[in-house]
């Protein structure tokens, strides 16, 4: 299709090299998510929203399997891979919240220690033959404890076998900074909270 139309190839290339030209000027900027403001009842926050000095460059994210990256697809979510980061936040308003961390997202409404079975609904395995792993099933990891670490505070609660996620209730103040979470077992397996889940507390 694109050799049928280079005119609009062109257009498109041109218009993606200017919007890339514009947003990472921005990188090393700080650039907060809002949490707790009244237009949005519960705010979802993402690993692929997650911030890391150290993040080391690669050429081609695709082949990397080990843990030295930041999270930023579904593909690395079912595997259970990924170096944790942290999340930039600003609180606008100063309130009790209800956080809850969460190695699945809730349309999946599975437990953090699952896995997922492969499966070929929903998906064309006959296209991408090489990556298919990045599309169907989900790995299990065995964690026992949830970490939450907002600006010098940490708060732990243990993991059970059924949980799906876990809830902390913190008093956070208006403006911004940083979030933390992870799953660990209390050994050497560490991964952050995939899906961070923010809404204002019932009083």
């Not at 809730?106 to 929903?122: C, L, P, Q, T």
Request: hydrophobic share 35%; with cysteine; aromatic share 10%.
């Amino acid at each position: 299709i694109a050799a049928q139309h280079p005119d609009v190839v062109a257009t498109l290339r041109n218009d993606y090299e200017a919007w890339w030209a514009l947003v990472s000027e921005q990188f090393d900027d700080s650039i907060p998510i809002s949490i707790g403001a009244d237009q949005e009842e519960e705010a979802c926050l993402r690993a692929h929203d997650w911030r890391h000095p150290d993040n080391p460059k690669h050429t081609d994210p695709d082949v990397v399997e080990d843990n030295s990256y930041l999270v930023f697809q579904q593909g690395q979510i079912r595997m259970g891979v990924g170096r944790n980061g942290y999340l930039e936040v600003m609180v606008e308003q100063s309130a009790r919240y209800e956080i809850e961390l969460r190695r699945w997202p809730k349309e999946e409404d599975r437990a953090i220690v699952d896995g997922i079975e492969e499966s070929e609904e929903g998906w064309r395995s006959d296209i991408i033959v090489d990556r298919q792993f990045y599309y169907t099933g989900g790995k299990a990891l065995p964690f026992t404890q949830a970490t939450l670490t907002i600006g010098d505070q940490a708060w732990t609660k243990p993991v059970g076998p059924k949980d799906k996620g876990i809830v902390f209730i913190v008093n956070l103040s208006q403006g911004e900074t940083r979030l933390v979470s992870s799953f660990s077992n209390g050994a050497n397996l560490s991964r952050g909270a995939y899906y961070v889940y923010v809404r204002k507390a019932e009083r």
